[in-house]
């Protein structure tokens, strides 16, 4: 369980993360979703203590990591592919963070196995790719067994069977009650792999939302229709809440009711449709309409309001 | 591999984790542990035995080369005058270079590769790993200092028998000490300032600027200047105990050792203030 409140962090002027509230729960495998840029290394770093909130609270299992007796047992964390020394082995590198908290020499060998680094456990972590380094710092987060796993981008660098491994693991450690906190900017893969997905953009809340719930609700779903008689059709339709929009002659396109809707319509007044097509956003729509605002806009005035009204 | 549930017979094994986090196996970060990590780290980087094997060569082949000829290099007068203990340890003014850069490189290694991110989230109370670098960092340092001190004294005595000094000549023993305490203590300044600089370039950079560049402004002060400022300056302080020969531009060897600690302990204390308000 992660809790975070109203949590804060400047660098001078800027604003790296802005009054940020959420919760991550246990037991399923949590996205954290957002540009480059938007806050959510900040944030992680926050969690785990590593940068100072200039504001607000994070607690993870109802503490500050920094007050946890054992926080290697509480928190497995892999921030950044970079956080081994490059002229340690991945065994000594595993073993020195091990005798931290008295983790026996067997637990260090079982990560070792789990992320499938036996044979070059020996090698100086500084030889190791992208890829072997996510493994590395995927086994110093799991060294302690935690029922909370903070993960910044772990399939950055990772080759496809690697990123299928990523997937399972994830799905497992939300599988067995743990907290799974995964961050990426790669929507296709959050999409197979979160139950829940927490948006951020020039760091504030954009969506605290299930995936589905994104997909459905974030870029809304458009209905397609084709008639003879569209005049007629859309000023039947026409009314608070739904958008009607036509690209070409006898041809239609409808935000804010169903298909169902507009066939049931069209039945009840005899016209005809030769098409009817829902169409729901891809989850790469859906974050790019959530996220365009963030991205684009210079401040957080009106523009910024329409964004969140629009989530 | 999909599955961590590969370790069903460990007792923290992941599978057993459903119900929750295993505070029942779960050790608390002591000082002690934090110790026993800082001595995996450190005899695990190749960089360690290579620095302090260069040290000992120093101090071992310095001391000989130096005692060898400038005593066959002497007159009479000068034989006469001839300091054999202050010769053979003449490897401690290159080997205080050594130890301080070790004693940069075993917090700027972590900066310059990431690792201090792993250290900080294994220790997030912070200030246990800056004592337990300079608990594991002294005891090593000191004894490859003193073997290397050690040796350079017999060997190099042994090499202008018989007008080599022995262990029991007067000061001997306490300047072959006096000189692992102080590249201990040397070292020992070199991860306060690690710390302080998190940089390899800037610790380093700090060592020799306390050490030779204050050394050559205080040679530079106007001599009624020099007797009040210059055996107070760091390396002066220090040298001091190692220094055989009554010397009135030095503190006596123990005050001048104590301020040289005062000096190493501020820089620790500089470094540890840092680690705990920066963000890492």
């Known amino acids: 369980m992660i809790q975070a409140q109203h949590l804060t962090k400047r660098y001078g002027p800027k604003t790296a993360v802005d009054d940020l509230s959420f919760a991550v729960a246990p037991g399923v495998v949590t996205g954290f979703l957002g540009p480059n840029g938007a806050g959510k290394s900040t944030t992680m770093r926050m969690v785990v203590g590593l940068d100072r909130p200039s504001s607000g609270t994070v607690t993870v299992n109802g503490k500050p990591y920094r007050d946890h007796a054992a926080p290697l047992h509480e928190v497995g964390t892999h921030l950044e592919a970079r956080a081994a020394h490059t002229g340690r082995s991945a065994l000594n590198h595993l073993l020195a963070l091990a005798a931290t908290h008295g983790i026996p020499r067997r637990r260090v060998d079982e990560v070792i196995g789990l992320v499938g680094l036996e044979e070059v456990a020996r090698r100086r972590a500084g030889a190791f790719s992208l890829g072997m380094g996510q493994r590395l710092g995927i086994a110093a987060a799991l060294l302690g067994d935690p029922a909370t796993i903070i993960l910044d981008e772990p399939v950055n660098g990772l080759d496809p069977e690697g990123i299928l491994w990523i997937r399972g693991l994830l799905r497992d450690l939300a599988a067995q009650g743990r907290t799974v906190l995964v961050s990426s900017h790669l929507l296709n893969e959050m999409a197979v792999t979160a139950d829940h997905v927490i948006v951020v953009g020039r760091g504030r809340l954009i969506a605290d939302v299930s995936m589905e719930e994104l997909v459905r609700t974030a870029a809304g779903n458009t209905v397609r229709a084709r008639s003879p008689e569209a005049a007629r059709l859309r000023d039947l339709l026409a009314g608070p809440g739904v958008t009607v929009t036509s690209s070409e002659p006898g041809l239609l396109r409808v935000e804010g009711v169903s298909s169902e809707q507009v066939g049931e319509l069209a039945r009840e007044h005899g016209i005809a449709l030769y098409e009817l097509v829902a169409e729901s956003a891809s989850l790469e729509e859906a974050f790019m309409e959530l996220t365009s605002g963030s991205v684009e806009f210079k401040s957080h005035g009106v523009a910024w309001e329409g964004q969140r009204s629009a989530a | ?280």
């Open chain 2, 1 to 280: 591999m999909t599955s961590v549930l590969s370790a069903p017979s460990h007792p923290t094994g992941t599978a057993d984790l459903a119900a929750g986090p295993q505070s029942a196996d779960a050790q608390p970060v002591t000082l002690a542990r934090v110790v026993r990590s800082e001595w995996v780290k450190l005899r695990s980087l190749r960089s360690t035995g290579i620095v302090l094997g260069l040290t000992a060569v120093l101090m071992v082949a310095l001391g000989m080369l130096i005692t060898y000829f400038s005593w066959h290099g002497s007159n009479a007068f000068a034989r006469a005058r001839f300091d054999a203990i202050d010769r053979s340890l003449s490897g401690a003014h290159l080997a205080m270079l050594t130890v301080g850069v070790l004693g940069v490189l075993v917090i700027t290694g972590e900066y310059t590769t990431g690792m201090i991110r792993s250290t900080l989230s294994a220790v997030p109370r912070r200030l246990p790993v800056v004592w337990a670098k300079v608990a594991v960092f002294a005891p090593v340092t000191f004894v490859v200092s003193l073997v290397s001190a050690l040796v350079a004294f017999l060997v190099s005595q042994a090499l202008i028998a018989p007008h080599g000094a022995s262990l029991s000549s007067p000061g001997a023993l306490r300047a072959v000490v006096g000189v692992a305490l102080f590249l201990t203590v040397m070292g020992i300044m070199g991860t306060g300032l690690g710390f302080l600089t998190r940089s390899t370039a800037g610790g380093i950079t700090s060592v020799v600027g306390l050490t030779f560049v204050l050394q050559a402004i205080g040679a530079a002060l106007p001599a009624s200047w020099q007797h009040s400022v210059v055996p107070y300056l760091p390396l002066q302080a220090g040298e001091a105990v190692f220094t055989i020969r009554p010397d009135t531009t030095l503190l006596a060897p123990w005050p001048g050792f104590a301020l040289f600690c005062a000096y190493a302990a501020l820089t620790v204390l500089a470094g540890a203030y840092t680690l705990e308000h920066r963000d890492a």
